[in-house]
T-cell receptor
Framework: GENVEQHPSTLSVQEGDSAVIKCTYSDSASNYFPWYKQELGKRPQLIIDIRSNVGEKKDQRIAVTLNKTAKHFSLHITETQPEDSAVYFCAALGAGFQKLVFGTGTRLLVSP | EAGVVQSPRYKIIEKKQPVAFWCNPISGHNTLYWYLQNLGQGPELLIRYENEEAVDDSQLPKDRFSAERLKGVDSTLKIQPAELGDSAVYLC??????????????FGPGTRLTVL
């Protein structure tokens, strides 16, 4: 089955800096890659997603890139703000169709 | 539009006791998921329903866990008997399913279970 690895596990940046979180997946048939943000004690919320027929997608300060050949995708946050502090999870839709496999999460801390 | 609703939000029980969680998905969403989230980890799928049919329950520990979605809308997840290692957050999610253009899954707030 699908296996998703995520790095780093923690990331500390200064306000205004950029943050990059990277994930790799194992199933070449995976075709959908969402990123979820989860604040402490809250539900995971989708912030951006990308399908396998697209190499990059942007939404204001966040962007996701996908390299199908290397089977990795990354989340980029520019001009970080303290409210970006949360745990971010990547995921891949595996061959089991609609079965999302999540990474282990990255705790992002943005210091003012 | 109301989101995914779960209850209770918190539950504390003693080991060997039974416990049940309830989920009401977003209206019109055919697909419903139950996930387990341990502290510091990503959600792990327990079971997925397409309408009232459980189409993927390979990760559900069937000796003590059971789930149902009788009318293809609300769902309950039960643990009997609970063990100390079951302490976690149980998340419910829903998505439009094959009738929708999006794969996005919408999560509920979760039920935090503590087994003493």
């Amino acid at each position: 089955g699908e296996n998703v690895e995520q790095h780093p596990s923690t990331l500390s940046v200064q306000e205004g800096d950029s943050a990059v979180i990277k994930c790799t997946y194992s199933d070449s048939a995976s075709n959908y890659f969402p990123w979820y943000k989860q604040e402490l004690g809250k539900r995971p919320q989708l912030i951006i997603d990308i399908r396998s027929n697209v190499g990059e997608k942007k939404d204001q300060r966040i962007a996701v890139t996908l390299n199908k050949t290397a089977k990795h995708f990354s989340l980029h946050i520019t001009e970080t703000q303290p409210e970006d502090s949360a745990v971010y999870f990547c995921a891949a839709l595996g061959a089991g169709f609609q079965k999302l496999v999540f990474g282990t999460g990255t705790r992002l801390l943005v210091s003012p | 539009e109301a989101g995914v609703v779960q209850s209770p939000r918190y539950k504390i029980i003693e080991k060997k006791q039974p416990v049940a969680f309830w989920c009401n998905p977003i209206s019109g969403h055919n697909t419903l998921y139950w996930y387990l989230q341990n502290l510091g980890q990503g959600p792990e799928l327990l079971i997925r329903y397409e309408n009232e049919e459980a189409v993927d329950d390979s990760q559900l520990p069937k000796d003590r866990f059971s789930a149902e979605r009788l009318k293809g809308v609300d769902s309950t997840l039960k643990i009997q008997p609970a063990e100390l290692g079951d302490s976690a957050v149980y998340l419910c999610a829903s998505s439009p399913g094959w009738t929708g253009a999006s794969n996005e899954q919408f999560f509920g707030p979760g039920t935090r279970l503590t087994v003493l």
